[in-house]
């Protein structure tokens, strides 16, 4: 993820590191500790107001905005019911040993996935990245480069990777995911690009649900 340092001056709300991933602060308050106090509240809401000061403090020396300050305990010990309210069980389709969900693409359209925890990346099929393109959900500036990627009809499309803005699973949303084309008419997998960015995501196979927590 790219950082941004205390003098940039943003179109769009930043979007906060880890451990504050999916939560943003207004332009220009990036090395704002009471803007950072308050995301951090917000995402960990049993956190108690120490460890958000020292987690601020920390999170500001992270960005370039303040003196040395030593990382906090991990976020991730927080008591068990604030962990607790933020763990969800997504049902899972099942072919043979083939698992999918499905994800809602930069709040707009679900499209089913099968679940590939050995990919690296999420994977669009190329005709579903030209029609997200043709419907305005995907736009030429979320390429991450302008490598042209020639299909088997002679389409081509700039890059063959690419950033969604925005990945729906049940509640849990991930930002700005690498993303792959794949062949078309091929699977849309949901890789470690997406599944990477929660405490844990394990699959119960005895219920067919995928289970994720922050």
């Known amino acids: 993820m790219l950082l941004l340092g205390c003098g940039a001056v943003p179109q769009q709300p930043l979007t906060l590191p880890a451990p504050l991933e999916g939560e943003t602060v207004e332009q220009g308050q990036l090395c704002d500790p ?12 049993s956190i108690d107001p120490a ?3 020292h987690e ?12 040395p300050a030593p990382a906090p305990p991990s976020l991730a010990a927080l008591s068990a019911p604030g962990l607790k309210a933020q763990e969800e069980e997504i049902p899972l389709g ?17 499209i089913p996935f099968v679940l590939d925890t050995g990919a690296a990346d999420v994977l669009l099929p190329a005709d579903v990245v030209f029609t997200l393109l043709r419907t305005g959900t995907l736009h030429s500036s979320d390429f991450t480069s302008y490598r042209p990627y020639i299909l088997a009809d002679g389409r081509e499309l700039p890059s063959a990777q690419f950033k969604i803005r925005e990945l729906k ?3 849990h949303t991930a930002r700005n995911v690498i993303s792959g084309v794949g062949r078309l ?5 949901l890789g470690q690009s997406f599944l990477s960015r929660f405490g844990s995501a394990t699959i119960d196979y005895k219920r067919n649900v995928l289970v994720l927590s922050r």
């Open 185 to 189: 008419g091929s699977d849309a997998l």
């Open 34 to 45: 009471r803007a950072l106090t308050q995301a951090i509240t917000h995402k960990y809401p």
């Open 56 to 67: 601020t403090n920390h999170l500001l020396y992270v960005l370039g905005c303040g003196p």
């Open 51 to 53: 460890t958000a000061h």
């Open 169 to 171: 699973v049940g509640q």
């Open 94 to 110: 099942r072919q043979g040993n083939t698992y999918s969900v499905t994800v809602l693409v930069n709040g707009i359209i679900p």
